[in-house]
């Protein structure tokens, strides 16, 4: 229902735009739903957000007129902040995947007057990034998965300037728009799957500071009946790698299985050189870079969920009283021989 209302919305635009400078009357709604093969109370929702943003204006006879347009100052702008924000800028690959597809869509339907208007914000320092904001006039924020003290400064700002706030790869649903990572969900599709296959010993690993550290060593301690063991350790890399090499191939608690949580590449590496036989897994994203990875991955599909997220946060710019709307980013298990 949704994207037939986008669609519809969109063809309106583009009848108007036809019209450069020019006036028109509508048609009648109800020769409109059917032109379109829709419903007239979609097309009527369809005209209402165009009346409110100044597309169209009602007319004394019946029905709308398009207002006559200087496309030149028109911008929807948003605050697309993804640098300096704590993502893992250290890892370009991943850097540029997320910064793409959390605006790629809403660039796309941003299309009124060909101004796109996607702004991206770069600062140093907390005080710089609040002065940024609070000169932009920006009708929208966009933050690329944020770090607390960044979620903090994006949710005080958009409810002073009363604009949505939109969060891309966060790991729980927040602001009026998120596409998220479901960790408690996906990590419990993944223990229930390595029980499946007989795995009975089992190590997660993750770098110290990670905002899921909690939500995955609640969920690995709840499903740890399913092994003989089941642990959660968080540290620095070197001791991340000292600790897996210490209990694998045969030695100390012998892990069959090693989670790896973000980006270890060189603890993979060390692994295989030392265990070849223990399964590995790994995020998408993260065996992407690594040569000759084999194992399984969790499969991320952030494109599918760029796509809701961009469509979502097109509706919420042009509807400020618009319901939340929140999904998980699209996850599967596969295996990578």
Not at 312 to 337: C, G, K, T
Request: with cysteine; net charge neutral.
């Amino acid at each position: 229902m949704k994207k037939e209302f986008l669609n519809i919305r969109q063809k309106l635009e583009d009848m108007i735009l036809a019209d450069g400078e020019q006036s028109r009357r509508l048609p009648p709604l109800r020769a409109l739903a059917k032109e379109f093969g829709c419903t007239a109370p979609t097309v009527m929702r369809a005209v209402q957000t165009l009346v409110a943003n100044g597309w169209l204006v009602p007319s004394s006879g019946g029905g709308y007129v398009s207002c006559r347009r200087d496309f030149s100052g028109l911008n929807i702008r948003v605050a697309a902040q993804i640098v300096g924000n704590g993502m893992c800028e250290y890892d370009f690959g991943y850097y540029i995947l997320m910064r793409f597809h959390s605006v790629y869509e809403l660039g796309n339907l941003c299309r009124n007057g060909n101004q796109t208007g996607i702004s991206e914000l770069r600062f140093s320092t907390y005080d710089e990034l609040d002065q940024k904001l609070r000169k932009g006039n920006f009708s929208g924020v966009v933050l690329t998965v944020p770090t607390d003290a960044i979620m903090k400064r994006g949710i005080k700002f958009c409810r002073s300037a009363s604009v949505p706030l939109g969060i891309f790869g966060g790991i729980r649903p927040e602001g009026r728009v998120s596409a998220y990572f479901d960790i408690k969900n996906n990590f419990a599709s993944l223990m229930q799957k390595l029980a499946g296959q007989g795995r009975r010993r089992i190590l997660a690993v993750s770098p110290l500071g990670n905002g899921w550290n909690s939500v995955m060593k609640e969920t690995l301690e709840h499903y740890s009946g399913s092994f003989e063991c089941a642990e959660y350790y968080a540290d620095t890399h070197a001791q991340i790698i000292g600790h897996i090499l210490n209990n694998t191939g045969e030695k100390g608690k012998n892990f069959d299985t090693v989670i790896f949580v973000g980006f270890i590449f060189h603890a993979y590496e060390r692994l295989m050189d030392y265990s070849p036989q223990c399964l590995c897994v790994m995020p998408n994203f993260a065996s992407e870079k690594v040569a000759g990875f084999h194992g399984w991955i969790m499969d991320f599909d952030v494109g599918s969920a760029g796509k809701f997220f961009g469509e979502a946060m097109y509706d919420a710019l042009w509807e400020p009283d618009s319901e939340p709307v929140h999904s998980a980013i699209p996850f599967e298990i596969r295996n990578i021989q």
